[in-house]
Nanobody, 126 residues
Framework: QVQLVESGGGLVQSGGSLRLSCAASGFTLDDYDVGWFRQAPGKEREGVSCISDGDGGITFADSVKGRFTISRDYAKNTVFLQMNSLKVEDTSVYYC???????????????????WGQGTQVTVSS
């Protein structure tokens, strides 16, 4: 059974940090591009960061550059999103998605991704 499970969300003060995990079961996450997206109430799901299969090329949305990092743990079949210097506007439900390897590298377009987790809530207070 193919499954993605996000964890690590929570309530944090502005300026704080959280590390989100996206754990896969039923397939090898390293064979896929993995993207992190977020969706606030009443808004579209937007891309945050992605990491390509294999060589691990990385892309970030402008809004999180310099604050967020993304990485893989191959042994744990997991992708992490380290979020530092969090801002109130980062408050959202965060989702990870897995999609087929894209020539040229991963892309922050939600339609590319076939498998999704259930999401984890991140709330940043002022």
């Amino acid at each position: 059974q193919v499954q993605l499970v996000e964890s690590g969300g929570g309530l944090v003060q502005s300026g704080g940090s959280l590390r989100l995990s996206c754990a896969a079961s039923g397939f090898t996450l390293d064979d896929y591009d993995v993207g992190w997206f977020r969706q606030a109430p009443g808004k579209e799901r937007e891309g945050v960061s992605c990491i390509s299969d294999g060589d691990g090329g990385i892309t970030f949305a402008d809004s999180v550059k310099g604050r967020f990092t993304i990485s893989r743990d191959y042994a744990k079949n997991t992708v992490f999103l380290q979020m530092n210097s969090l801002k109130v506007e980062d408050t959202s439900v965060y989702y990870c998605g897995a999609g087929p390897p894209r020539p040229g590298g991963c892309i922050l377009v939600k339609e590319w991704y076939d498998y999704w987790g259930q999401g984890t809530q991140v709330t940043v207070s002022s």
